[in-house]
């Protein structure tokens, strides 16, 4: 396939897959029951054509339904699994994650850059936290979170410009950055200074601190923790937080590929 072709124009394209995957990725946290009406105007599909998908899924267990309505199954999460099951990052990172969460009484995560969304790779929650559920593999809009910024911030700037010329920056509370020329200026910002914080910008009350793990030059994740304001307990975040941080992501990096040289 040459850089100029669209994935849909290869020879060995085959629609209906691009179809399958399309319904299934119709349903999200926020829509998470639909119809067969919703779903084909979701994927622009006929809604006979939607039917017969939504059928075949349930067919195969990924979708149940009840009355109208059609929702993904927990076999959705095979899909992901061989990816996480393969990726050692996680696995690696996980005992660092729990001792940092332990030790700051807050909630330490792992994630990647996917296209325009970070991923959360693993995971701990803060010892307070007993009820909370980890959701390894939610997606946030990597614009509006510590860890995608700093991700974001790594890449070479014609990949930020790019990034900055699509996103589409909406409001989550009144402290969330206004516009990507804003967004642009903390990304020159956060790569000087080589990590992140973002202030009550996804939700009021909550910061978000993220470094980058690197291996050489390579940025392997970003590790993040989640400050609420009141938790702070007289801890400077420059001078206290980060420096620990980065000594954890540092700690991350090495056992993940071993000493660097």
């Not at 007993?130 to 809009?141: E, Q, S």
């Not at 991700?151 to 402290?175: G, K």
């Not at 080589?194 to 993220?210: H, I, M, N, P, Y």
Request: charged content about 20%.
């Amino acid at each position: 396939m040459s850089p100029t072709e669209e994935p849909s124009q290869s020879p060995h394209y085959v629609k209906s897959a691009e179809k399958t995957l399309a319904v299934l990725l119709a349903f999200t946290a926020d829509n998470p029951h639909l119809t067969v009406t919703e779903v084909a105007a979701a994927t622009h599909l006929t809604r006979a054509a939607a039917r017969r998908f939504l059928l075949t899924l349930t067919d195969l267990g990924y979708l149940s339904t009840e009355g109208s309505r059609f929702a993904l199954t927990p076999r959705v999460l095979d899909f992901g699994a061989g990816f996480l099951a393969g990726l050692d990052l996680p696995k690696i990172a996980q005992p660092h994650l729990n001792d940092l969460a332990l030790d700051l009484d807050e909630s330490a995560t792992l994630s990647i850059l996917d296209a325009d969304d970070i991923v959360y790779i693993a995971r701990a929650a803060a010892p307070r936290l007993h009820a909370v559920t980890v959701n390894l593999g939610n997606r946030l809009p990597a614009w509006a979170t510590s860890m995608g910024r700093m991700l974001i911030a790594e890449l070479p700037e014609t990949f930020q410009q790019q990034f900055l010329d699509r996103v589409e920056i909406s409001p989550f509370t009144d402290h969330t950055v206004s516009s990507a020329a804003e967004l642009g200026k903390e990304l020159k910002k956060i790569r000087v200074q080589g990590w992140c914080l973002v202030s009550q910008e996804l939700d009021d009350g909550l910061r978000g601190l993220a470094v980058p793990v690197r291996r050489g030059d390579n940025t392997l994740a970003a590790l993040n923790v989640s400050l609420h304001t009141s938790h702070l307990r007289g801890l400077s975040i420059e001078n206290d937080l980060v420096p620990r941080l980065q000594k954890v992501a540092a700690s991350i990096a090495e056992d993940y590929g071993g000493r660097a040289e």
